[in-house]
């Protein structure tokens, strides 16, 4: 199995709801990140986790939380989101960090209404 | 510090004619560099990366890359365009400032013409 599974693949939420978007993989991979992609811009890194302890915070709102229940699962949890949060949701995963590749999912599109 | 420029924003080829994506870096270690493909709506999707081993590169899809220490460039070709290449394509370099740091390039489109 060497892919990176989001779920849902699209979410349209009111700024009041609470929603969480869902990434799984079970590559062994002990490196898992969220990215956050704007129309015709490249990806920007929000969270890192290395074996399960968050890494990397690139200081993004609390609207935004992660969580990383086991080394296979990755969370984030979207409460009182705006609509500049529209975005597609990138989840990817890697071996360790660092030098190696990172492996893509498919991406949660996201619309804030 | 880290940094890469993709040079041209949008490039359009012919079918059947070469494909060449131009990446230059800047980076105080020495980087690994990747090239990602992304088609609309899609995830990314690796096609080479390099990591201090040969500076020709390989990839998925007929891609390849070179990396140039003295030009400090990775630039992707391929010989033969297809209709299926069009898409948008990033350049990435990591390295071991921060280790998990990826910095992206902006992208550059590429249209194929039939």
């Known amino acids: 199995d060497t892919e990176v599974t989001q779920t849902p693949k699209h979410l349209v939420m009111g700024m009041t709801n609470k929603k969480s978007l869902k990434c799984e993989q079970h590559?062994?991979?002990?490196?898992m990140y969220w990215y956050k992609q704007k129309a015709k811009k490249p990806p920007e890194l929000m969270f890192v986790?290395?074996?399960?302890?968050?890494?990397i915070n690139e200081s993004v709102p609390s609207r935004f939380s992660p969580e990383c229940p086991n080394s296979s699962l990755l969370n984030l949890h979207l409460h009182a989101l705006q609509p500049e949060d529209s975005a597609l949701y990138l989840c990817a995963s890697s071996p360790t960090g660092g030098y190696t590749e990172a492996f893509f999912g498919q991406g949660t599109r996201l619309t804030v209404v | 510090a880290q940094s890469v420029t993709q040079l041209d924003s949008h490039v359009s080829v012919s079918e059947g004619t070469p494909v060449l994506l131009r990446c230059n870096y800047s980076s105080s270690y020495s980087p690994s560099l990747f090239w990602y493909v992304q088609h609309p709506n899609k995830g990314l999707q690796l096609l080479l990366k390099y990591t201090s081993a040969a500076t020709l590169v390989k990839g998925i899809n007929g891609f390849e890359a070179e990396f140039k220490k003295s030009e400090t460039s990775f630039h992707l070709t391929k010989p033969s365009a297809h209709m299926s290449d069009a898409a948008e394509y990033f350049c990435v370099v990591t390295g071991n400032t921060g280790g998990f740091k990826t910095i992206f390039g902006a992208g550059t489109r590429l249209f194929v013409k039939a």
């Open positions: 590559m062994g991979h002990r490196a």
């Open positions: 986790y290395s074996y399960e302890k968050l890494s």
